[in-house]
């Protein structure tokens, strides 16, 4: 790689070990040399802003993603009497379904709890810009 000219960054470099856990667990601790540079095993590795954890599910990445928005949801919520709805709609589109929407193709065959939970996040959105309660 260092005659093309091509630098790893040891700093975000993460390698990360996928398949049943009696399987992974003897390959904790393995250590692979790459360019000079030593790689160790992750429980979870960021791709791309995507956090895939070694059990191929999806739990670290939703969880950032539906603390965010609610925090952004309460704040747009308050925002209601000094905004237009056209605002409070660009509000919701930039802060909400951007993060929502970004990678959406991972949600794929998914289990019912992710989706629901990002579901809700999409209700209260919606309640939000039509100020309905539950």
């Known amino acids: 790689m260092t005659r093309k000219f091509l630098f790893l960054n040891v700093d975000k470099t993460e390698m990360l070990i996928l398949g049943p856990k009696q399987k992974r667990l003897p390959l904790k601790d393995i250590s692979v040399n790459f360019d000079r540079i030593a790689l160790k095993t992750e ?27 609610y925090h952004h949801l309460k704040n747009t919520a308050r925002l209601r009497g000094l905004m237009s709805q056209q605002g409070l709609e660009k509000l919701v589109h930039a802060f909400i379904f951007s993060r929502l929407g970004y990678c959406n193709g991972i949600f794929t065959g998914m289990s019912k709890k992710p989706i629901r939970q990002l579901q809700l996040i999409q209700n209260t959105a919606t309640r939000v810009l039509t100020k309905t309660r539950m």
């Open 43 to 69: 429980n979870q590795v960021r791709n791309l802003g995507v956090v895939m954890a070694a059990e191929l599910n999806l739990n670290s990445h939703i969880k950032p993603i539906t603390k965010s928005a």
